[in-house]
């Protein structure tokens, strides 16, 4: 298990380099670069963007350009300064990395304490009226865009209630009330689509799981209805219930670029993409190698984890 | 409401004279430009309980390039520099018209008989933030900044963007008693004009930025010496991608009839990139006053919505938007080449339709200039006489020009397309299909737009729609690609770059507007470079409480610094 784990970490290192050069050469296929941006909507000397490009680097080589990159991103520097506004990404990350965090701890929390009751239920239930109705507003979690979702709201307690989600975000040790205020709307959305995607996981799973031998053995005992599901089924549905928990913290801690945008929350999805409009490639480029460092270290806690969930599992061979 | 719409029609534009007796000392041999107004609204301000109150404005997003008034024009920048930088320069334009000069940083200037020496006195009692005097140092040090290209090793710093509208300085030095002289190669009569554009802000203190800059950081910018300016609000608290708060500055110079100024505590720039969320924040009370920039200003459809959900609570500042245009490539080969051709598409457009379909219900047909500026009433030629008829006539005329130079069965021509706001493309797409021409909709992101705009690789576009109060600016979009590589239209016709020389020569108000109706004449009727379509204009809401805004109807980043705003919430 140790040496798994040890090779598993050793293997980052390669697959992080291939991502820093393919994210690398990406940027720069791009059209466009930052220097319109920064300039903005203005007719400029075509001199003066030179110079820009000059004092940015983006003259160089484009070796240059990348082994200089390359070492910030390996000296603590991680990955250097943004172009645009001189800010130090370590530093940019600290800032917006709560806020994203914060919003997934949230949503994960709120989804499977949300989902695991309901995906027994609709499971044990098959058929029935409380299955029906919990599939259907699942399949809504499933199909409605953030967008829609969030507008429709947003429009909902505007007409009904005049009201609206506090406009400045507070972390919740400044202001727990505002904060409270702000991300109840946008972490109920996640947790609608979140948690639709587990109901259905568990309810699948679950289903597979009744029907094994071993259960029909387990009632035919005489256990009740409650020790059945939590002893013997529930046990099984976790190893797909783990993996689509890590899928669903992925995807939110890359960010949640629409909910960001509409309730006005600073995090990684919404500054990753503006960085990426304004063509700033060391954020772009450190930020997407260090999402991709998270999600290699949550697929290697969720494989560590499936060791000690299901002891079937080995890794020494 | 108050705006103070700085429409003084009878007022002439300051063309300050040179004085031409070169003898005497040189202090002799200048003339004090005397301001045509001064600063004060003092028909505005009467009471104390005007004092006090946060008022919370939306912005589109973080001011980009470190707050750099150096290195960008973005509105989402100006709406909060002027607050921390001040209105102006060394002149601002001046609160009440738009078209006069008035005195900011400097208290005074005068010039030589050929214009290219111009000597300012600097203000006396201006501080910038953190308490340390402004001084002639200070202006010095950012006409420095904006037209050398500073360097410390083999580091070096770019100037600013706008180093060309400064003129051709050669020099910049400080004199004794706390003047400044400017010295240009070529003669510079309109640099007044030129300095007075707000987007010209003083934000870069020689005492934080010189060490840093000796330093090699030679990309430090206002957020990096920590925002401190001389306008009339002082940073309190910046939360990237959430606010801006900045708060009254009592050390502040400007006055109104005795009262210092801001008359309000604070503002609150709250960063709100979705319009949508603008409108439902504001609408359920939790801002005063809108964003400024393209998506954020109000469409008619929107506006409705205020009217109907706040009535009387809810008043609409007016600004003047750009033109909305179909620019030709003409370094790009194709039928566009044919001016009968490019004619015939001017004829054949639907101008005012243009106005509900593609700018949002706000607008006017005009080639450029709008209704409200100085050179209109009296000598301007407004769009219609440009072509003057019935659609239907126009069209008809179209379709025989078309058909005269040989493209009776139409042809495609590529467009580049904001993806921002594809609308108008579409409204295009759809008219010239009626013609016979296939506009192929070439739609990009932003990064490429900024690019794609300033090469030749596109047929056509519509270019940026920021307008020009200035006539002599507007070179800078109608000249010739290769000195203006951001011209709307691309062209290398030296027959243009001959009538901006005519232009910027002018010294008398009548001789400025001949010169300009002849290179509209030229540009937009004989050449036809440009097709005109309609005049934008941006609708932004504030609460009705929200009094003493000084808000032009020609340019939204004019006044920003809100220091004669009010709150009247009873």
Same mark, same amino acid.
């Given at each position: 298990?140790?040496?798994?784990?040890?090779?598993?970490?050793?293997?980052?290192?390669?697959?992080?380099?291939?991502?820093?050069?393919?994210?690398?050469?990406?940027?720069?296929?791009?059209?466009?670069?930052?220097?319109?941006?920064?300039?903005?909507?203005?007719?400029?000397?075509?001199?003066?963007?030179?110079?820009?490009?000059?004092?940015?680097?983006?003259?160089?080589?484009?070796?240059?350009?990348?082994?200089?990159?390359?070492?910030? %991103?390996?000296?603590?520097?991680?990955?250097?300064? #943004?172009?645009?506004?001189?800010?130090?990404?370590?530093? %940019?990350?600290?800032?917006?990395?709560?806020?994203?965090?914060?919003?997934?701890?949230?949503?994960?929390?709120?989804?499977?304490?949300?989902?695991?009751?309901?995906?027994?239920?609709?499971?044990?239930?098959?058929?029935?009226?409380?299955?029906?109705?919990?599939?259907?507003?699942?399949?809504?979690?499933?199909?409605?865009?953030?967008?829609?979702?969030?507008?429709?709201?947003?429009?909902?307690?505007?007409?009904?209630?005049?009201?609206?989600?506090?406009?400045?975000?507070?972390?919740?040790?400044?202001?727990?009330? #505002?904060?409270?205020?702000?991300?109840?709307?946008?972490?109920?959305?996640?947790?609608?689509?979140?948690?639709?995607?587990?109901?259905?996981?568990?309810?699948?799973?679950?289903?597979?799981?009744?029907?094994?031998?071993?259960?029909?053995?387990?009632? #035919?005992?005489?256990?009740?209805?409650?020790?059945?599901?939590?002893?013997?089924?529930?046990?099984?549905? %976790?190893?797909?219930?783990?993996?689509?928990?890590?899928?669903?913290?992925?995807?939110?801690?890359?960010?949640?670029?629409?909910?960001?945008?509409?309730?006005?929350?600073?995090?990684?999805?919404?500054?990753?993409?503006?960085?990426?409009?304004?063509?700033?490639?060391?954020?772009?480029?450190?930020?997407?190698?260090?999402?991709?460092?998270?999600?290699?270290?949550?697929?290697?806690?969720?494989?560590?984890?499936?060791?000690?969930?299901?002891?079937?599992?080995?890794?020494?061979? | 409401?108050?705006?103070?719409?700085?429409?003084?029609? $009878?007022?002439?534009?300051?063309?300050?004279?040179?004085?031409? *007796?070169?003898?005497?000392?040189?202090?002799?041999?200048?003339?004090?430009?005397?301001?045509?107004?001064?600063?004060?609204?003092?028909?505005?301000?009467?009471?104390?309980?005007?004092?006090?109150?946060?008022?919370?404005?939306?912005?589109?997003?973080?001011?980009?390039? +470190?707050?750099?008034?150096?290195?960008?024009?973005?509105?989402?920048?100006?709406?909060?520099?002027?607050?921390?930088?001040?209105?102006? !320069?060394?002149?601002?334009?001046?609160?009440?018209?738009?078209?006069?000069?008035?005195?900011?940083?400097?208290?005074?200037?005068?010039?030589?008989?050929?214009?290219?020496?111009?000597?300012? *006195?600097?203000?006396?009692?201006?501080?910038?933030?953190?308490?340390?005097?402004?001084?002639?140092?200070?202006?010095?040090?950012?006409? @420095?900044?904006?037209?050398?290209?500073?360097?410390?090793?083999?580091?070096?710093?770019?100037?600013?963007?706008?180093?060309?509208?400064? +003129?051709?300085?050669?020099?910049?030095?400080?004199?004794?008693?706390?003047?400044?002289?400017?010295?240009?190669?070529?003669?510079?009569?309109?640099?007044?004009?030129?300095?007075?554009?707000?987007?010209?802000?003083?934000?870069?203190?020689?005492?934080?930025?010189?060490?840093?800059?000796?330093?090699?950081?030679?990309?430090?910018?206002?957020?990096?010496?920590?925002?401190?300016?001389?306008?009339?609000?002082?940073?309190?608290?910046?939360?990237?991608?959430?606010?801006?708060?900045?708060?009254?500055?009592?050390?502040?110079?400007?006055?109104?009839?005795? !009262?210092?100024?801001?008359?309000?505590?604070?503002?609150?720039?709250?960063?709100?990139?979705?319009?949508?969320?603008?409108?439902? =924040?504001?609408?359920?009370?939790?801002?005063?006053?809108?964003?400024?920039?393209?998506?954020?200003?109000?469409?008619?459809?929107?506006?409705?919505?205020?009217?109907?959900?706040?009535?009387?609570?809810?008043?609409?500042?007016?600004?003047?938007?750009?033109?909305?245009?179909?620019?030709?490539?003409?370094?790009?080969?194709?039928?566009?080449?044919?001016?009968?051709?490019?004619?015939?598409? =001017?004829?054949?457009?639907?101008?005012?339709? =243009?106005?509900?379909?593609?700018?949002?219900?706000?607008?006017?047909?005009?080639?450029?200039?709008?209704?409200?500026?100085?050179?209109?009433?009296?000598?301007?030629?407004?769009?219609?006489?440009? @072509? *003057?008829?019935?659609? @239907?006539?126009?069209?008809?005329?179209?379709?025989?020009?078309?058909?005269?130079?040989?493209?009776?069965?139409?042809?495609? %021509?590529?467009?580049?397309?904001?993806?921002?706001?594809?609308?108008?493309?579409?409204?295009?797409?759809?008219?010239?299909?009626?013609?016979?021409?296939?506009?192929?909709?070439?739609?990009?992101?932003?990064?490429?737009?900024?690019?794609?705009?300033?090469?030749?690789?596109?047929?056509?576009?519509? +270019?940026?729609?920021?307008?020009?109060?200035?006539?002599?600016?507007?070179?800078?979009?109608?000249?010739?690609?290769? +000195?203006?590589?951001?011209?709307?239209?691309?062209?290398?016709?030296?027959?243009? $770059?001959?009538?901006?020389?005519?232009?910027?020569?002018?010294?008398?108000?009548?001789?400025?507007?001949?010169?300009?109706?002849?290179?509209?004449?030229?540009?937009?009727?004989?050449?036809?470079?440009?097709?005109?379509?309609?005049?934008?204009?941006?609708?932004?809401?504030?609460?009705?409480?929200?009094?003493?805004?000084?808000?032009?109807?020609?340019?939204?980043?004019?006044?920003?610094?809100?220091?004669?705003?009010?709150?009247?919430?009873?």
């Amino acid at each position: 298990m140790q040496r798994y784990i040890a090779w598993r970490l050793v293997l980052i290192a390669p697959t992080l380099l291939v991502a820093c050069t393919l994210v690398f050469l990406v940027m720069r296929i791009l059209p466009g670069d930052i220097t319109f941006v920064i300039f903005g909507d203005v007719a400029v000397n075509p001199e003066a963007r030179e110079f820009l490009r000059d004092e940015l680097g983006l003259n160089d080589p484009l070796h240059v350009q990348y082994g200089g990159w390359l070492w910030k %991103m390996v000296n603590g520097e991680f990955g250097g300064h #943004s172009l645009e506004s001189d800010e130090q990404i370590a530093s %940019m990350i600290g800032r917006q990395l709560p806020v994203t965090l914060l919003l997934t701890v949230y949503t994960v929390f709120f989804s499977i304490f949300i989902s695991v009751p309901f995906g027994i239920l609709s499971a044990v239930l098959e058929g029935r009226w409380p299955d029906r109705f919990i599939r259907a507003i699942t399949l809504g979690g499933l199909a409605l865009p953030h967008l829609l979702v969030a507008l429709l709201l947003l429009l909902g307690l505007l007409l009904f209630f005049e009201w609206s989600p506090p406009i400045i975000y507070y972390p919740p040790w400044v202001n727990p009330w #505002s904060h409270a205020q702000l991300m109840i709307w946008p972490t109920l959305i996640l947790t609608w689509e979140c948690s639709s995607h587990l109901v259905r996981v568990i309810r699948s799973s679950m289903l597979d799981v009744i029907r094994q031998p071993y259960v029909v053995t387990a009632q #035919s005992k005489g256990l009740s209805v409650y020790r059945v599901i939590v002893w013997h089924v529930l046990p099984n549905v %976790m190893i797909p219930l783990l993996t689509m928990v890590a899928l669903q913290v992925g995807t939110l801690i890359g960010g949640v670029l629409v909910l960001e945008i509409i309730f006005g929350l600073p995090g990684l999805g919404r500054g990753f993409v503006q960085a990426a409009i304004s063509r700033d490639y060391p954020v772009v480029q450190s930020l997407a190698v260090f999402l991709i460092f998270v999600s290699l270290i949550i697929n290697l806690l969720v494989d560590v984890m499936y060791r000690f969930i299901d002891p079937r599992i080995s890794y020494s061979g | 409401m108050v705006i103070l719409a700085s429409c003084v029609r $009878e007022a002439e534009p300051v063309l300050p004279k040179g004085n031409e *007796t070169h003898g005497g000392s040189l202090a002799e041999a200048r003339v004090v430009i005397t301001p045509v107004t001064s600063l004060t609204v003092a028909h505005l301000v009467d009471r104390k309980e005007k004092y006090g109150g946060i008022m919370v404005l939306a912005n589109r997003s973080d001011p980009p390039a +470190g707050f750099d008034p150096l290195r960008t024009s973005s509105i989402a920048l100006h709406h909060i520099a002027g607050a921390l930088f001040g209105s102006g !320069n060394l002149v601002a334009r001046c609160r009440e018209n738009i078209y006069a000069i008035c005195p900011y940083l400097a208290t005074s200037w005068t010039t030589n008989a050929g214009y290219t020496e111009w000597d300012f *006195t600097i203000r006396r009692n201006v501080r910038w933030h953190d308490g340390t005097t402004f001084t002639a140092q200070d202006a010095k040090f950012w006409f @420095d900044l904006a037209h050398l290209q500073t360097a410390i090793g083999d580091r070096i710093r770019a100037p600013a963007y706008f180093k060309g509208e400064l +003129g051709d300085i050669e020099s910049v030095k400080i004199l004794e008693h706390d003047r400044l002289r400017i010295t240009f190669s070529h003669r510079n009569p309109h640099f007044l004009d030129d300095l007075a554009n707000p987007r010209f802000r003083l934000a870069h203190p020689y005492h934080l930025m010189k060490p840093k800059i000796e330093k090699a950081s030679m990309s430090i910018n206002p957020l990096g010496v920590g925002l401190v300016g001389v306008g009339p609000f002082v940073l309190e608290e910046y939360i990237k991608g959430s606010v801006v708060r900045v708060r009254r500055f009592d050390r502040y110079w400007e006055k109104d009839s005795g !009262n210092t100024l801001p008359y309000i505590n604070g503002i609150d720039y709250v960063v709100i990139p979705d319009p949508f969320v603008m409108d439902v =924040a504001f609408r359920s009370g939790r801002l005063d006053g809108g964003a400024r920039g393209q998506a954020h200003y109000l469409t008619a459809e929107r506006k409705r919505g205020y009217v109907r959900g706040l009535g009387k609570d809810v008043f609409f500042a007016e600004i003047e938007g750009g033109n909305f245009r179909l620019a030709f490539n003409m370094l790009k080969s194709g039928p566009w080449q044919d001016p009968v051709v490019r004619r015939a598409i =001017a004829f054949w457009i639907d101008k005012r339709a =243009a106005i509900p379909a593609a700018l949002g219900g706000f607008g006017w047909t005009a080639p450029d200039l709008g209704p409200s500026h100085i050179l209109v009433p009296r000598h301007f030629v407004n769009w219609p006489k440009f @072509d *003057t008829g019935q659609l @239907d006539q126009k069209r008809i005329i179209a379709k025989y020009l078309l058909d005269e130079a040989g493209y009776s069965s139409g042809f495609s %021509m590529g467009h580049l397309c904001r993806g921002l706001n594809t609308t108008p493309c579409e409204f295009l797409k759809a008219q010239l299909a009626d013609l016979g021409i296939e506009l192929e909709l070439q739609i990009v992101d932003e990064g490429e737009w900024n690019r794609a705009r300033v090469s030749i690789d596109y047929d056509s576009q519509q +270019g940026r729609l920021t307008p020009s109060p200035i006539p002599e600016g507007t070179e800078s979009v109608y000249g010739r690609y290769s +000195g203006n590589p951001d011209a709307y239209a691309k062209h290398e016709d030296l027959r243009v $770059e001959e009538l901006y020389r005519k232009l910027r020569g002018a010294l008398t108000f009548d001789q400025r507007v001949e010169d300009w109706r002849e290179i509209e004449r030229y540009l937009f009727v004989e050449q036809t470079y440009v097709v005109p379509i309609a005049e934008s204009i941006n609708v932004i809401p504030y609460r009705s409480y929200v009094k003493g805004l000084a808000i032009p109807a020609e340019d939204a980043h004019t006044n920003t610094d809100f220091a004669t705003v009010w709150l009247e919430k009873g």
